[in-house]
């Protein structure tokens, strides 16, 4: 692991980081699991607590056709049907007590919510289509044959640039991280990893807003 920033940070953590009109930035400590952990620190023109209303929650547990059975399956991903709306489109294909397999053909962008995943992280395989992942980190470009990670917790919306878009979706209920065998004790990607740091593309575009509103979010919690 290495430190990486975007936008201007305070010399020092956890000390006062202001404005150029004199006011406070807001400083929030993020972890996937717990503060002993790998963590950013985020700074925020408004309170990341300002919450106006909680909506009343609804299932989208998906409904389990056969359970405990070991059977050979072959699924035709490519026919899943197509929607406008993202989190409408994601179709449950598979699930266990680890992870959840989904696929999903969007057409539209996300434009309207904010999505966030609280109980597991998300890997996205580009099989069509092209666009970005916009999250509170930043945003990554991404297109055909990319996996997109999304750590739990994470604030995002995804921006594609056509409807022709097709995805294959893992939720993990555990940290989607590099394997501990193809990294040495520093955290450096050994020769022997079938893929390393320069494989991987961080956020490079920061984008701050300071809009007073209202804007919704879904979040996903069981």
């Given at each position: 692991m290495h430190y990486y920033s975007l936008g201007q940070v305070p010399a020092k953590r956890h000390t006062q980081f202001r404005k150029p009109n004199g006011e406070l930035y807001h400083e929030e400590l993020f972890s996937t699991e717990g503060f002993s952990d790998l963590s950013s620190l985020l700074y925020h023109c408004n309170p990341p607590t300002?919450?106006?209303?909680?909506?009343?929650?609804?299932?989208?547990?998906?409904?389990?056709?056969?359970?405990?059975?070991?059977?050979?399956?072959?699924?035709?991903?490519?026919?899943?049907?197509?929607?406008?709306?993202?989190?409408r489109s994601r179709k449950t294909v598979l699930a266990n007590d680890d992870c959840k397999i989904i696929l999903a053909a969007p057409r539209k962008s996300m434009t309207e919510y904010f999505f966030k995943n609280a109980d597991a992280d998300e890997v996205i395989f580009i099989h069509k289509g092209n666009g970005r992942l916009k999250t509170m980190y930043g945003n990554v470009e991404f297109e055909y044959g990319d996996y997109v990670v999304v750590p739990r917790g994470t604030i995002y919306q995804l921006e594609f640039d056509n409807e022709n878009n097709r995805l294959f979706i893992v939720e993990s209920y555990s940290p989607v991280i590099t394997p501990k065998r193809y990294r040495n004790e520093f955290g450096q990607l050994m020769e022997h990893s079938p893929f390393c740091e320069r494989d991987i593309r961080k956020p490079g575009e920061l984008e701050t807003h300071d809009e007073q509103g209202q804007f919704l979010f879904y979040i996903k919690k069981q």
């Amino acid at each position: 692991m290495h430190y990486y920033s975007l936008g201007q940070v305070p010399a020092k953590r956890h000390t006062q980081f202001r404005k150029p009109n004199g006011e406070l930035y807001h400083e929030e400590l993020f972890s996937t699991e717990g503060f002993s952990d790998l963590s950013s620190l985020l700074y925020h023109c408004n309170p990341p607590t300002q919450i106006v209303q909680v909506g009343e929650p609804f299932s989208v547990a998906p409904k389990i056709v056969e359970d405990k059975q070991l059977k050979h399956r072959s699924l035709k991903g490519f026919n899943v049907k197509p929607e406008d709306d993202y989190l409408r489109s994601r179709k449950t294909v598979l699930a266990n007590d680890d992870c959840k397999i989904i696929l999903a053909a969007p057409r539209k962008s996300m434009t309207e919510y904010f999505f966030k995943n609280a109980d597991a992280d998300e890997v996205i395989f580009i099989h069509k289509g092209n666009g970005r992942l916009k999250t509170m980190y930043g945003n990554v470009e991404f297109e055909y044959g990319d996996y997109v990670v999304v750590p739990r917790g994470t604030i995002y919306q995804l921006e594609f640039d056509n409807e022709n878009n097709r995805l294959f979706i893992v939720e993990s209920y555990s940290p989607v991280i590099t394997p501990k065998r193809y990294r040495n004790e520093f955290g450096q990607l050994m020769e022997h990893s079938p893929f390393c740091e320069r494989d991987i593309r961080k956020p490079g575009e920061l984008e701050t807003h300071d809009e007073q509103g209202q804007f919704l979010f879904y979040i996903k919690k069981q």
